[in-house]
């Protein structure tokens, strides 16, 4: 065992550029982080960039290094679809060959809202796919007066109910959400994650979405890195939404967070002071849920200033015996048309003390991350992915 804590971060939806299988998804061409500097006159990305960033993409503000702090370079995905579950299931070893399903054109089928309604015994308005924080104003009033849950969707495989914390009651929200997974795992309905998405506010003009999310997600068809971790015995700590994404698989610990910045404090305080020998992973979701859905560039950009910055931090709090690695589950180029994810190369940075700058090529697969991980804690491997531990050298 070379590195006693790994804390890996998923940098959610920050690809870096199309890959060959980008067009078969309408997304040849697409960049979200070199996109997202040339809108915005540039990024300003330091730790990044001495990580090696500007060495896989072009990126406004961003330089390529030759003698960097770290290791560096891209994955592509090899299953099929471009969402959360399907990234984040490869990441740690599994190949999603069959996508899951999207209501996002025609709504979900009346046969399904049928059996939602009976079931939990409130009727539905919406069924759309929209915005959150839109759907809610335009409905929010309505659901209000009668209890009739808001369901939703968007591009990706998701159903979402929104109901209002106080007046429909959190739990309740929960129950409800429980009923449309149990219905939801039949197989011309299944999708990836049923979310719970509780708001409060007195009328159109202050609802807000609450940190109170909750998502229901299809389990891992099989054993994860995560589950062989657990099962030998290692820790796997779960922040933000990492544990609802694997439905609690192979997680010893599970932390919530409310932001970006909450998430990457958790991570911190954890390096400061968690004495456990496993993995820490974190998902860092505001990225792709507050701007690249919403299109929206110049916030997209802070906030990954915003997260360099914590990042700074992390690699100076952390052990010797620690290892980083930073890495995306998918794109989400906030320039390109329409409000879906992009099919994309994502990040893969690598940063321990004292680690000798090597470029790490292009990665076949996302689970080269994950088999880095089997390997440096000698646990059972996966089918796919090779690790890249044999190129890490540290002084």
Not at 274 to 289: I, Q, S, W
Not at 290 to 311: I, N, S, V, W
């Amino acid at each position: 065992m070379r590195f006693k804590r790994i804390f890996t971060i998923v940098i959610d939806s920050v690809g870096c550029g199309s890959e060959p299988n980008s067009a078969k998804y309408g997304d040849e061409g697409a960049n979200t982080i070199s996109h997202i500097a040339s809108s915005c006159g540039g990024v300003k990305l330091p730790t990044m960039e001495a990580l090696g960033y500007g060495n896989l993409t072009e990126i406004l503000g961003v330089k390529p290094v030759k003698n960097g702090i770290g290791a560096y370079g891209k994955a592509q995905e090899i299953s099929l679809g471009k969402d959360t579950l399907t990234g984040h299931f490869e990441i740690m070893g599994l190949n999603v060959t069959k996508p899951f399903q999207t209501f996002t054109d025609t709504g979900f089928p009346d046969a399904l809202i049928k059996e939602l309604e009976e079931k939990t015994g409130y009727k539905v308005i919406g069924n759309c796919a929209a915005s959150g924080t839109e759907i809610i104003k335009e409905l929010g009033e309505e659901h209000m007066k009668t209890k009739a849950m808001i369901v939703y969707t968007s591009s990706d495989s998701v159903l979402q109910i929104a109901c209002h914390e106080e007046v429909f009651g959190l739990d309740e929200l929960y129950r409800v959400c429980q009923v449309a997974r149990e219905i939801c795992m039949k197989p011309e309905w299944q999708v990836g994650r049923i979310i719970a998405r509780p708001f409060i506010g007195t009328n159109a003009n202050d609802f807000k979405r609450t940190s109170n999310r909750h998502d229901y997600a299809v389990s891992p068809f099989k054993n994860t890195t995560l589950d062989n971790l657990k099962e030998s015995g290692f820790d796997v700590i779960a922040l933000g939404k990492i544990s609802d994404i694997y439905n609690g698989c192979g997680i010893t610990k599970s932390v919530r967070q409310a932001s970006n910045q909450e998430g990457m404090e958790h991570m911190i305080e954890i390096a400061k002071t968690g004495n456990f020998t496993g993995l820490c992973y974190l998902n860092l979701v505001d990225f792709d849920a507050l701007y690249g859905h919403r299109r929206d560039p110049k916030g997209y950009k802070q906030c990954l200033e915003e997260f360099d910055t914590q990042l700074q931090i992390l690699l100076d709090t952390i052990n010797k015996d620690d290892l980083v690695l930073i890495t995306a589950d998918h794109g989400n180029d906030p320039t390109w048309r329409g409000t879906d994810h992009t099919r994309e190369y994502t990040p893969v940075l690598v940063y321990a003390k004292n680690l000798k700058p090597v470029d790490l090529g292009i990665r076949k697969t996302f689970a080269d991350l994950g088999q880095t991980i089997a390997e440096n804690f000698n646990i059972k491997r996966q089918e796919i992915g090779t690790s890249f531990l044999d190129k890490l050298i540290t002084e």
